[in-house]
Each structure stands twice: as C-alpha cells, then as structure tokens.
C-alpha cells in the first residue's frame, strides 16, 4: 500500500509516503512560504507516486467541519497568504484519491493510537509545546472536532507566585501559550530556552503551567494517556516534574491505578519522535482509504 | 415500547418508566439511604413493570469500563455502605433486559443530546451546578469516559481578586467546586444563595468561576453546545453574566459564529428541566436497547 501524507507545519512541509504499517519510505520538506509557491512543490512531489490516499495534518486554525462552505481552509493566520486559502481543494483536485484532513495536532494524537505510545488506547490526548502550544483529542476511538477544533493551548492557567511575566498571546496574555511555549520562556528569561541550565528555576515554572494543562486535560477528557510533545519537551527534564505537579494537583481524588502508581507510563513523550507529525498525516490517509471501503 | 430509567442521586432516587419519544409516562422516588433499602425498592418498582430496558444514571464516582472486574461498582464515596457497592450487578440479576450505565451527568449530556436542548448535535457538554460540580460530556456522537469518566468539577480556577474564601473541596481545597458550588457560597457570604439578592455580589464572583470553567470546556473540548444545570443556575441572573464571562475570557480568538454572535443559543439552560436527568437514564436504556438490536 502506498499512502501519501502531507505534514504543514507554520514553518516547513513536509511530504511522504508510507505504508499501512506506519512506516515512512521517502520524504521531502520545504520553507512554508506563500500557498502557491508550496502548493506547486507539494503536487509536483506527489504527482507521479501512484498514492491510493493522501492524508493531511496541518496548522490550523482550520474549518474541519465538512458540512461547512469553507470546510478545508485555513480560516484565520497571521501567516501571509494562508488566511482563508483552500488548502484542502487545492490538493484535492490534482489526486482522485480519498483524502484525510485534520490539524497537526489531532494528527499526531491520532498516529500514537494507531503506531505509537498509545497503540491500542481508544483515547490518547497530545500536546505539543513548541513556538506555540497545540492540543489534539482522540476520544472513545473518534478524533475531535465538535464546534472548531480543541484549542487548549489558551487555557487560562493559575499564575505561579514568583512570575512576574506579563505573558505574550496576542488574545488572551497570560494563557497558557502565553506563559508557556518557547517564546514566553525566552522572553521571561532573555534567552532561549535551550540555553538555560537544567536546573535553572524556568523549568519549576515551567512544570508548573504545563501540569496545571495535563490536571485540566484529565479532569475534562478523562483520556487513558497524555503525550507531550513538540521542542520545549525535549529538555528532559521537564517530564517527571510535570508528572509531580499533577499528582499534587489531583491529590488522590481521581482513583485510578495509572494516576495513583503509574503515572510514568501515563504522561510520556511521543513514541513516533520526529516522525510523529507526518505518521499521523499518514494514519489520517490509510483512515480515508478504509473509510472508502478499499 | 417500555423503558425504565433510574436516577440514583446523592439524595433520592427517582425510578420511572417512559417510551421511546422520551415521554415519562410514571415515577416514584425516595430517599438515598444504606444501598440494600434503596435496591428492594427498585427492584419492587421494576418487578410487574414489563421493562424492555433499564437506563442507570448515578451519582459517583463509579466504574463504567466494561472490561473492569468492578464494572458497574460504585467507587470511592463518603455516602454509608455506597462504597464499592455493586449497584448495576444488584439490579441486573433481577431482570433479564439491556441495561445501560453511566454517571448522572453523562446521562443528562445525553438525554438533551436525544431530547432536549442539543436535539440533533453530535456533541455538547451538560454541567450541574449544585450541592457539588459534575461535568457529562457527549462528544462525536459518544458518551465520554476514557480512563474513569470526566470529574470537569475538579479543574482549578483562577480565584476572583476580591474572593478570600480558602475553598471547601477536601481534596483540593479552592476548585472549581469548592470555590463554586452551592456549600461554597452558603460558607462564604454567611448564608444560602437562595437567600442572597440577585444584586449581591456573589453573583459576579459566582459567574467569574463558571465562566473559567465554560471558557475551559470550549478549549479542551470544543463542544457544540454547553448546558448549565443544577440548583445554583436557578438564579437566572447568572446565565447572561457566565455568557459575558466566557466573550471576555476567549476575546474573540475562537472564530465561530457561536461564540462570536450566537453566545445565547450556545450557553444554555437544560431543554429538559426537571426531567433532565431521569430522561437521559430512559435515553440510556434506550441505547441499550437499540445496540442489543431491538
């Protein structure tokens, strides 16, 4: 089987093929630029690849809704050229084949259930925690839209006593991504955040916004595993203090053996690594395939 | 066709019986005392009934995993004798019909999702606001419960500038639920929130923090509708003053005309009233019914 799977992230593409195994055969990425400048790479790498099904996971905020007029576009970016652009029919009518289309995130959620950390799980939720924040949901083996798309990388976190950072979201300040993804840190810190030491008090900080998310996210959506992911995360570090902070924030209340003794396997990082973004894409286009009954 | 429901509350129970339109048709109730009192009357209840399917929604917490040893076992409680009781085994080894199963609150998500106010949506996500704070998600046409099931009553608010109350919730002390619902208003301000003027300033604090919680719920879950239920929505003051909360949390950055222009057909009141949760356990029982292929 030979799947297509197109990963758009804000700052590059990157396109593959792959099998129905999770695994990626080939690959080319290039710089995000203007839509038709990428959308012409991205149809010229696929045009003679002989796909059944292409699979798209891309930055959003995108409309997913597929009974909506726009359903495939991305709806509004400050990123030049891309705010309502059919990036969907673009693609689409250049390939007579089933296509997947959902944000990166749900994507990444989606191929840790099918190839990752989370196979077999009906539930899994991601977050990625980058040059912003980004969560994807698979819930009772359906990955969510609902109204838009999950969005809770602005949750409204509790500030930690000692922050004085006024927070850099353009919406909300002080949210999540606002106090959390690498932007906040380096701006809070004046330098970036691969730069400061691991034992360095933005990593405290840190942990604790990010376990307040991880609270929220099981409190919510009761999930049967979190995956955090994306470039903050590869201080590692970061991990078992964000699992402290939960268990202290749950306190015990929420009775369930991997909160209460195996929080280690429950709060990990992704298992596809760097091929989490466009496995997911990947998963999305062999979901399309089975979907058209092939 | 004939479907009994039960609405096992912290403080009575309500067994009735309905039909397929969500019609109830009769009902009894009484008090929630040791679990063996309450049992023989709802076996009495059911037993020349003609029941074709039972529907359960219960207080909890409560095991709902199918795959569990103590499916259908009451959890952790405070509440005599409830702990650990095998509930849905109790009912089941009396009657020979489908049985279905699941918190208080997913039941009431659901049955607004059948009936009610969110009739035809494949999502929506139902809070009671009273004595304590329980969050039911139904999401991609699914009741959500993953690990345990939602406990959305637990996530941590930011507290109001002008509130010193410590908070009343065991485990966490200043939750959402021991910030927000009815014990903590009445511990407080000195007083019921029934007896309180609708000028009083608990009000706007109240809305503060279910205006977090609502504001959470669109982010992490993107539900098409959001219900408040319970007690403390009886003040109908606190409806308009949530909505007001939830515009100024999300500032206009999830762009959906729900939200944008639609904020009073997307925060609602149950369409179901004070049926609303004996009706989502006949919804239910009814699902049980329908998946056993009658």
């Known amino acids: ?64 809704d597929p009974a909506s007029e726009t359903y495939g576009s991305v709806t509004t970016t400050p990123k030049p050229g891309w705010s309502g ?55 009772e083996h359906k990955l969510v839209h609902g109204l838009v798309h999950p969005e809770g990388g602005h949750i409204l976190p509790r500030r930690h006593p000692e922050d004085h950072f006024e927070g850099n979201c353009p919406y909300h300040g002080d949210c999540l991504e606002g106090m959390a993804a690498g932007p906040a840190i ?35 959506l009761s999930p049967k595993m979190v995956i955090l992911g994306g470039g903050v995360m590869h201080q590692k570090q970061l991990l078992p203090m964000i699992r402290a902070e939960v268990r202290k924030n749950l306190n015990g209340y929420v009775s369930a053996a991997p909160l209460l ?8 990082s992704p298992g596809l690594g760097d091929n989490a973004g466009l496995c997911g894409s990947l998963a999305l286009g062999l979901a399309a395939l089975e979907r058209n009954g092939k």
């Not at 003794?261 to 990990?268: A, E, F, H, L, R």
């Open 186 to 220: 380096e701006k809070r810190w004046g330098m970036k955040g691969s730069e400061l030491g691991i034992d360095h008090p933005a990593w405290a900080m840190e942990a604790y916004y990010l376990g307040q998310a991880v609270t929220t996210t099981i409190l919510m």
């Open 1 to 64: 089987m030979r799947i297509g799977a197109i990963e758009a992230g804000g700052t590059k593409f990157v396109c593959g093929i792959g099998n129905e195994n999770g695994v990626i055969e080939e690959r080319i990425s290039f710089p995000t630029e203007q839509p038709e400048r990428v959308m012409e790479q991205v149809i010229s790498y696929f045009k003679d690849k002989n796909v059944e099904a292409i699979g798209i996971g891309t930055f959003g905020p995108i409309d997913i």
């Open 85 to 139: 652009f059919p990036f969907l029919e673009t693609v689409k009518k250049e390939f007579d084949v089933p296509f997947g289309w959902d944000t990166d995130v749900n994507a990444a959620a989606y191929g840790e259930a099918v190839w990752g950390v989370a196979r077999g799980l009906d539930s899994c939720v991601y977050f990625t925690i980058g040059t912003g924040i980004g969560v994807g949901v698979y819930s």
């Open 261 to 268: 003794t195996g929080i280690d396997d429950y709060i990990v």
